[in-house]
């Protein structure tokens, strides 16, 4: 009897271990399987396998929860198919232990008013019996449920549980592993995708400030182009670009050429509708080719300006003030023809956003050089009265110097008259070349004789009530009431400029502003003198920190509205007249003095 028991106890032991056995090489086999993917669709599959495999199973579901809708999805190992379906929390088998998150052994599952026949009705498939575990995590949170039907070898047992509850938890803990390992990978490619995003930002911004950096710089419309031209061949790598600028009504553009590494422009007419700009201007379109050659709108003629093959262009319309083309701007070859490489739409919309900025540079620039020239006819028209007064002088000297020829009974002395007369003409012609200069655009300044009393009094006849309103008094003291040569409409800008400079800094108490007039000898150049105008205010004085550097541009004291161009302009006056201005400050005001170099005459 004794050892009957014996012998049945062994028995239930080899069976525990043949049980434990099985766990363990079960557990390594889906350890090692598991270890092998983190791609989630290939962990899914691999965990159903093998549980299928380790509790000889016919089919094994794995249902994953789904919190936003409150459900269980599933994937259906069925021979080699996947399935999948949805099902929700509660409903069913898998519905009952997720909701309880307890296991569930039903051996007569149409017994079990949970269980739901309707699959087996319409696969034609028989449940005998049904095994179903939670899937908790690392954190105890239950994530799925794994559920298994009809064991091979007869009914599923207590001990086909604890190895589906073990393979559960490892598989539970891989597929948060999973999860995790995908949403740190997703995030990674987001954060790519973000630092792409930002450095196309960034060098967006930086050509956006390089180019009003260079626009800003520029006089003139070829100066503008050089330097637009300049960031877009630097940015794009390509080989040259080109501005082609409608003119007028008519039908001829003019292109301005510039190829990378030479900042020359190549200047030449072409037709308005020629090429690939003329296509850009007509359509209203961007033209985008990597195939230039076979391309409806390549023009011959431009190899030549190129000095190679166009290969690859854009080109972009340029939007004028009417809204239609009023010139466009091209980009190309890119890389050269050691190192061919295609244009990208990266290229395309590089110079989509020069375009943009250059079409309103180009308009502004086209506004100033307009109004600079009617400013320039408005300003010869208003002097040109006192142009005509000034001639008088020399005509009456010449018209004297003539009549005392006649009387002149000595050649030596009709000699010396007539040598008196000529100089005159020669002033005379100097006014005209003065007159003329000024009105092509070959001088900044129309230097002409001003009488000092005459300006001076219309300064004070402008300021006077001005600075009044403002709490200041204006003196003007004029050791010099005499005549003197300087662009009298400049000159008056400066002195308003400084006036009105030193009235805002005295705004808050009020205060005197002073104008001295005065002329020194030139050391320097004996027989010449210098203008000396001094502008004093009693103001707070120039901060410190920044009158080192006031006549640059962009520098103000704080001023509101100050655009800090003022006193820059007022410098650039001065120097333009072959003079200079000085400061000095104290806490008992500024004081400003511009010299004006005043050549000697002949007296007329």
Request: net charge negative; hydrophobic share 40%.
């Amino acid at each position: 009897m004794r050892v009957v028991q014996l012998e049945h106890k062994l028995a239930l032991m080899e069976e525990e271990l043949g049980r434990e056995r099985r766990i363990g090489v079960a557990l390594r086999e889906v350890g090692l399987a598991l270890g092998t993917t983190l791609d989630l669709d290939q962990l899914l599959d691999l965990i159903l396998s093998k549980i299928v495999d380790a509790v000889e199973a016919d089919r094994a579901t794995l249902y994953l929860l789904d919190d936003r809708k409150n459900e269980l999805v599933s994937r259906i190992v069925q021979g080699d198919e996947v399935r999948s379906i949805r099902l929700k929390v509660g409903q069913g088998i898998a519905g009952h232990v997720a909701h309880t998150s307890k296991a569930l052994l039903v051996n007569d599952p149409y017994e079990d008013p949970r269980f739901n026949p309707e699959w087996d009705m319409t696969s034609g498939y028989r449940t005998r019996s049904i095994l179903a575990v939670p899937m908790k995590n690392h954190m105890g949170r239950t994530i799925g449920v794994i559920q298994v039907l009809n064991k091979k070898s007869g009914l599923f047992s207590d001990h086909d549980a604890v190895i589906l509850a073990a393979l559960a938890t490892q598989a539970a803990i891989s597929i948060d592993n999973s999860r995790l390992f995908l949403s740190v990978t997703q995030k990674n490619t987001e954060l790519l995708e973000i630092k792409e995003q930002l450095e196309h930002r960034v060098r967006d911004l930086k050509l956006l400030f390089d180019l009003e950096s260079a626009m800003g710089r520029a006089t003139s419309l070829e100066e503008l182009f050089t330097g637009v031209l300049s960031e877009a061949l630097r940015t794009s790598d390509a080989v040259a670009g080109a501005f082609a600028l409608r003119d007028g009504g008519t039908e001829i553009a003019h292109l301005y050429l510039m190829r990378h590494g030479n900042p020359e422009l190549v200047r030449t007419k072409v037709r308005a509708t020629a090429g690939f700009t003329g296509a850009a201007m007509a359509e209203g379109d961007v033209i985008f080719t990597n195939d230039a050659g076979h391309h409806a709108s390549n023009d011959p003629a431009l190899d030549e300006i190129l000095g190679e093959p166009c290969r690859a262009c854009i080109c972009v319309p340029l939007e004028g003030e009417d809204g239609e083309a009023m010139g466009a701007i091209a980009l190309y070859n890119k890389g050269g023809m050691k190192n061919e490489r295609d244009f990208d739409e990266d290229d395309r919309a590089l110079l989509l956003l020069i375009a943009a900025n250059a079409s309103t540079a180009i308009q502004l620039q086209m506004s100033r050089e307009s109004r600079e020239r009617e400013e320039r006819l408005t300003t010869i028209g208003r002097l040109l009265s006192g142009v005509i007064h000034d001639l008088k002088t020399p005509l009456t000297v010449i018209s004297g110097y003539v009549q005392l020829m006649q009387h002149a009974d000595k050649r030596p002395v009709r000699e010396e008259y007539a040598e008196l007369a000529l100089k005159q003409f020669e002033h005379i012609g100097a006014m005209q070349r003065d007159v003329l200069e000024f009105a092509r655009g070959e001088k900044n300044v129309l230097i002409r004789k001003v009488y000092l009393a005459n300006f001076f009094g219309d300064v004070k006849e402008q300021l006077t009530m001005q600075l009044a309103r403002m709490g200041v008094e204006l003196v003007i003291e004029l050791a010099d009431k005499g005549v003197a040569r300087f662009d009298e409409g400049k000159i008056l800008r400066v002195i308003h400029n400084l006036a009105r400079n030193a009235a805002e800094a005295m705004a808050d108490k009020g205060g005197k502003l002073t104008i001295k007039v005065s002329r020194e000898k030139d050391k320097a150049h004996p027989g010449d003198e210098t203008l000396v105008v001094t502008v004093s205010d009693t103001g707070p004085g120039i901060p410190k920190e920044i009158e080192h550097r006031l006549f640059q541009s962009f520098v103000t004291s704080g001023k509101k509205g100050g655009t800090g161009l003022g006193l820059a302009i007022t410098k650039r006056i001065a120097e333009e007249h072959g003079g200079t201005i000085s400061v000095h400050s104290s806490s008992r005001g500024a004081t400003f003095k511009m010299r004006l170099p005043q050549p000697h005459l002949e007296s007329t």
